[in-house]
């Protein structure tokens, strides 16, 4: 879920998207990581004493033993050392800004899914995701949607959205077929007939379907039909609980009624209000039903979806001047230590009254923590049904959600996730392997031998403690180690030049 200034950002981040980048890439040197412990990113338990090469941006052989290597050979000593695939934020928007993309290598994040961005976005994204094709160590993997699809609604001013009927679907298909997308974003304004007619396309060339659920039909249809990962809490306005609602048909008609207004009149700020203040939200919670829960669960399950929760962007505790996340004050994580004070303080002003820019009150809030924390049960049943919970976050650099950071958020999420039920090894396997898997890029992801060199070394045990993912020394992109430290140093540079816009 996006704040409103998500369009204003996008007005200023497009201004840096002239990018240049060569296809011809120099080959990596060779690379030993000795005597490591192996997270392999698909849920195997970790294997101690290791040996992984790294040749030619593919990791070469994983052994008990060392293998023979040439002069040229960088060796690093491993010993006490987790080495793990790069984590995947499944749920980014990044404006194909080449400082965001900096600020997740520099958080060991390597992949990534853009989840929607105008169309001059779209062709700096194919670029960037051509330039690590070839095997570049500045860029992370990326897969990408493009165009947002969406039916009549009330954001006409957004570049990223493209709005449809069933008339003008091929016209819209088209314009994704000219952008070599690689999957179909869809969202919350859609009807059933034009999402119905998104599937039958999308199967048809070959493209995935992901995103909101319509409010014009249930989750449980939706994943059946076809949507690959749901994200968020199901929607903009509680797709995944509004299933589970024992009033499921006066609530859906509710908020029909709501958008179909907001369209007429383009008062975003008002449907927001509705459906997301305390009157809707606690009866939308209060009507909670375990039993449509558990057939919400049957559906994920019998059409092996994934849901992409989001949930540090939802989270309670950012709503606060001064947050407390996972017991630490969150403005003295390492990500902020340089951020432009501008932006600190822009977020204490507005991170305790606005949600989507704009103002909500105390109870409104305190119905979202409720709505939160039924989330929360929710996913720990799906979890438990073998339902994939996947890691993604939602972050937009360099203003976005306060106390999001692109790249360091991912690693609050894993936190979120173990608490929601998932163990470290399978949190882990989220942003990785079993990301990966779910849409459908199998050339890295874990460390098994041929696959990209897309790795972290640890020196903490992250299945000690989750939070020890953030403990990173190395990180490899394509077998080319990154410059974590001159990332960090050039994102707050960028950030400081953009803190003015926020003002």
């Not at 009254?353 to 009150?361: K, R």
């Amino acid at each position: 879920m996006k704040f409103a200034l998500y369009r204003k950002a996008f007005s200023v981040l497009v201004l840096g998207l002239a990018i240049t980048v060569q296809p011809a890439v120099a080959q990596p040197r060779a690379t030993l990581v000795s005597d490591v412990t192996v997270i392999d990113g698909l849920g195997s338990p970790p294997v101690k004493h290791q040996h992984v090469l790294l040749q030619q941006g593919r990791i070469a052989s994983v052994s008990d033993t060392a293998p023979a290597i040439g002069p040229d050979t960088t060796v690093i000593d491993g010993h006490g050392k987790y080495l793990m695939p790069g984590l995947w934020d499944l749920h980014a928007h990044t404006g194909a800004d080449r400082t965001a993309m900096q600020a997740y290598l520099a958080a060991g994040v390597t992949g990534l899914r853009d989840m929607g961005c105008g169309e001059g976005c779209v062709r700096e994204l194919g670029v960037l995701r051509e330039a690590y094709r070839a095997g570049s160590g500045e860029f992370p993997r990326l897969v990408f949607a493009g165009l947002m699809l969406d039916g009549d609604s009330p954001y006409d001013a957004y570049p990223s959205h493209r709005q449809l009927t069933l008339g003008t679907l091929p016209d819209a298909l088209d314009k994704l077929r000219e952008l070599e997308v690689d999957f179909i974003k869809v969202r919350d304004f859609l009807s059933r007939d034009e999402f119905m007619a998104l599937v039958g396309a999308g199967a048809a060339m070959d493209l995935a379907l992901a995103g909101h659920v319509p409010t014009a039909l249930s989750v449980n249809d939706a994943v059946r039909a076809g949507l690959v990962t749901v994200e968020h809490e199901g929607s903009l306005f509680g797709g995944l609980l509004l299933a589970c609602s024992s009033d499921e048909a006066r609530l859906r008609g509710e908020l029909l009624a709501m958008m179909r207004e907001a369209t007429t009149s383009g008062d975003i700020e008002l449907l927001y209000a509705r459906a997301l203040g305390e009157d809707f939200l606690n009866r939308l919670v209060d009507s909670y039903d375990h039993g449509k829960a558990d057939a919400l669960v049957q559906s994920f399950v019998d059409s092996g979806a994934a849901v992409v929760p989001t949930l540090i962007v939802q989270h309670p505790a950012l709503r606060s001047p001064d947050p407390l996340f996972a017991g630490r004050r969150k403005a003295e994580d390492l990500e902020f230590s340089e951020a432009p004070e501008t932006l600190l303080e822009r977020w204490r002003q507005t991170a305790g009254t606005e949600v989507l820019e704009q103002p909500f009150s105390a109870a409104d809030r305190a119905a979202m923590a409720r709505q939160y924390q039924t989330l929360v049960e929710l996913l720990g049943r799906m979890h438990k049904a073998g339902v994939p919970i996947l890691a993604g976050t939602d972050a937009s650099f360099p203003d976005g959600t306060p106390w999001m950071w692109p790249g360091y958020s991912l690693h609050d999420e894993l936190q979120l996730v173990v608490a929601v039920g998932l163990s470290p090894l399978e949190a882990i396997a989220s942003a990785t392997g079993l990301a990966a898997q779910q849409i459908g890029v199998a050339d890295t992801g874990a460390v098994v031998p041929g696959l990209r060199a897309d790795l972290l070394l640890l020196s903490r045990d992250p299945l000690d403690d989750i939070h020890n993912t953030r403990a990173i020394e190395r990180v490899w992109v394509n077998g080319i180690p990154v410059d974590r430290e001159a990332l960090l140093k050039q994102v707050n540079r960028r950030a400081a030049d953009h803190a003015t816009y926020w003002d």
